[in-house]
């Protein structure tokens, strides 16, 4: 996901790990009609995707059951990839987000040896 310009994909940890990797993507995702409209009724949110539920605000695109369509699809990965700009602006929102979940976690570990060792 580094190495990549953009990126498709289902909601999910992996839309989690290619925001960690500051990729610029498009979240796709379709479910049996009955699971989908289950889903709508006792999941209050406005978003599927965790870049979005983390930014509060619809900064990935997110094409849902009737929606996810190969060409709309494309259509909404297209400028990420012809758009340096939109790009750029997801990347950077994409790094205050992943500073606001760091938990420091090599230092919590250093701290809990170091109280050890006490």
């Not at 990965?77 to 990347?91: I, Q, W, Y």
Request: proline share 4%; hydrophobic share 45%; aromatic share 6%.
């Amino acid at each position: 996901m580094i190495a990549s310009d953009a990126a498709l994909l289902a909601s999910g940890t992996a839309a989690l790990e290619c925001m960690l990797a500051k990729c610029p993507m498009v979240v796709g995702y379709r479910m049996k009609p009955f699971t989908f409209w289950l889903a709508k009724r006792l999941v209050k949110t406005d978003y599927v995707s965790l870049p979005n539920l983390l930014a509060g605000r619809e900064l990935v695109k997110e094409l849902l059951q009737d929606e996810c369509q190969p060409q709309l699809l494309a259509d909404a990965l297209r400028p990420l990839l012809a758009d340096g700009k939109t790009s750029h602006e997801m990347h950077d929102t994409f790094r205050a987000l992943h500073q606001q979940i760091r938990c420091n976690a090599d230092e919590q570990a250093a701290d809990a040896v170091l109280e050890l060792v006490k």
